[in-house]
């Protein structure tokens, strides 16, 4: 026989004479000979139904029962399994098995049990047992009165439990609705990886994931906010870019000289998208830097929602898309059709400009019914990604996939067509080098949205690699770096632009210096 159950034998065998010893001295009026170590030891290790059989002995002994069930602050199941057995075990909670649990629960003083594991379930246990406590605890006899099987406060048994195993049966979102009104104070819950996929599919906003990895890496990108170094970097590129590239914009809607570069009309476009990109991680850059909530602090979506930031990042996440495949469009009409090309002017520049910035703006309101009402808590920082609703976000991120997708595929044949006109010495003259030039330029546009949009959208996406849970955080900072390549191209490259920007620098040093002189 292996040593522990010769212990077993033995304690049992002690308990027996304990129990024995006990009669005996009721009978013969010596009940008060027994040590309170002792009976302390006895309650310690006997079980529910030995513990019973000694507090019946006399009211000393009940006494000491009371006491040791009044010092215990961790309940098992696994503690009453032979008692359950009769009346469902683990496989049925019954209402007999319901009324045992709670009259064990209820001789502990109320509240003082901080820890419970239920795990030994293999069947739906939590609404069952709720509901058994709120009927039975409230509900009127025949007549009318009040005759609960449970005391009007027996819900207060679980009002301090800080930590709960729940059953590794079924659990669905009755049961986890059910725990939050029983345990108010609940900090940890331990729950099996297979309930976790069942509550994930059978939860509406992720119906239509295959599996939890999908859900919870759709839903992570920002589970928490982002690390020191992440905010600050966003934070310091959002400043830089949208403070450069908002005069930028100023000077190409708004200079004399640039009126007759209408393709720089849908290029301010493309800018501004990039601007709105910078604002917005600048802004909450800066907010959760200096915010002094807890990490864990949460909002509901509805309230979400209305962050001017979810609005930035959603209409970023369309029009930066739309506007580079508006420039890929013009150009290629410009090359493959320059007697189209001869009607377009500002005032169609402007047009699209517009209807991108409309359709943006409208996805944004349009979608706000499938937010107002959900309560759903997410990161008091309001992130894009889990605010928004999930298909929403996924056809966000697909959009602004295809919109670059095909840009760039409509830029290849302007490549290889300004490739043959610089090729082609007859051709490689005045306006037709100036054109290719040009469309070279804004070319490296789509070579931006490849490398800084395209590629990691991808990686996102398409998890490619198994790289989507550990880039998600640097894509942001990625598609920033699409705005400073953006900007130091047109810059530099465009001659008109740049001539228009050294000529306003100079106006503004030459007034700024003649105020300072007067």
């Not at 040593?3 to 034998?9: A, F, T, V």
């Not at 008109?496 to 106006?507: K, M, S, Y």
């Amino acid at each position: 026989m292996a040593p522990q159950e010769e212990r077993m034998n033995v304690a049992s065998a002690d308990l027996e004479n304990l129990s024995s010893d006990a009669e005996a001295a009721v009978e013969h009026d010596e009940i008060d000979t027994i040590p309170p170590s002792v009976l302390a030891y006895a309650m310690m290790f006997s079980t529910q139904r030995d513990q019973l059989r000694l507090s019946s002995v006399s009211r000393l002994l009940h006494a000491g029962y009371k006491d040791f069930r009044n010092s215990i602050n961790y309940f098992s199941l696994l503690d009453l399994a032979a008692e359950l057995d009769p009346v469902g075990g683990q496989y049925y909670a019954s209402e007999s098995w319901c009324l045992l649990l709670m009259r064990v629960l209820l001789e502990t003083r109320i509240g003082n049990i901080r820890g419970m594991d239920f795990s030994p379930m293999r069947a739906k246990v939590i609404e069952t047992l709720y509901d058994y406590i709120k009927d039975n605890s409230e509900k009127p006899d025949v007549n009318g009165n009040f005759a609960p099987k449970l005391p009007a406060d027996a819900i207060d048994a679980f009002s301090n439990v800080t930590h709960f195993a729940l059953p590794e049966g079924i659990v669905d979102w009755a049961d986890i609705n059910r725990l939050a009104d029983l345990c108010p104070r609940l900090e940890r819950l331990v729950i099996s990886s297979l309930n976790v996929e069942y509550l994930f599919k059978t939860e509406p906003r992720h119906v239509a994931r295959i599996h939890i990895d999908v859900a919870t890496s759709d839903l992570a990108p920002e589970p928490c906010p982002m690390a020191s170094f992440d905010i600050l970097l966003t934070a310091i590129l959002g400043c830089t870019i949208s403070s450069a590239t908002i005069p930028v914009i100023l000077v190409i809607y708004f200079a004399r000289h640039l009126r007759s570069s209408i393709e720089l009309v849908l290029v301010g476009g493309l800018l501004v998208a990039d601007a709105v990109l910078a604002v917005a991680n600048a802004g909450s850059g800066i907010e959760r830097m200096v915010s002094t909530r807890p990490e864990n602090a949460t909002l509901p979506v509805s309230v979400c929602y209305f962050s001017p930031y979810v609005f930035m990042f959603a209409f970023c996440y369309q029009t930066i898309g739309l506007m580079t495949l508006a420039v890929s469009l013009e150009r290629f009409v410009a090359v493959f059709f320059p007697l189209l090309y001869v009607r377009y002017g500002r005032y169609q520049g402007y047009l699209i400009v517009t209807a991108v910035f409309s359709f943006g703006t409208g996805t944004y309101v349009a979608a706000i019914p499938l937010h107002l009402h959900v309560q759903d808590p997410v990161s008091a920082f309001c992130f894009a990604t889990t605010t928004l609703n999930p298909a929403l976000m996924k056809s966000l991120r697909l959009l602004r996939f295809a919109t670059v997708t095909l840009s760039i595929i409509l830029y290849i044949p302007v490549v290889w067509k300004v490739y043959q006109i610089l090729s082609d010495k007859s051709m490689n003259v005045g306006s037709h080098r100036q054109m290719a030039r040009l469309s070279i330029t804004i070319g490296l546009t789509s070579l931006a949205a490849l490398l800084f949009v395209l590629i990691p959208d991808a990686i996102i996406v398409f998890d490619l690699f198994g790289l989507r849970q550990s880039f998600h955080v640097f894509t942001y900072s990625i598609n920033l770096f699409k705005g400073v390549f953006n900007l130091l191209v047109y810059t530099t490259k465009h001659r008109a632009l740049r001539d228009t920007l050294r000529r306003t620098i100079c106006c503004w040093k030459q007034n700024r210096l003649g105020s300072w002189v007067s």
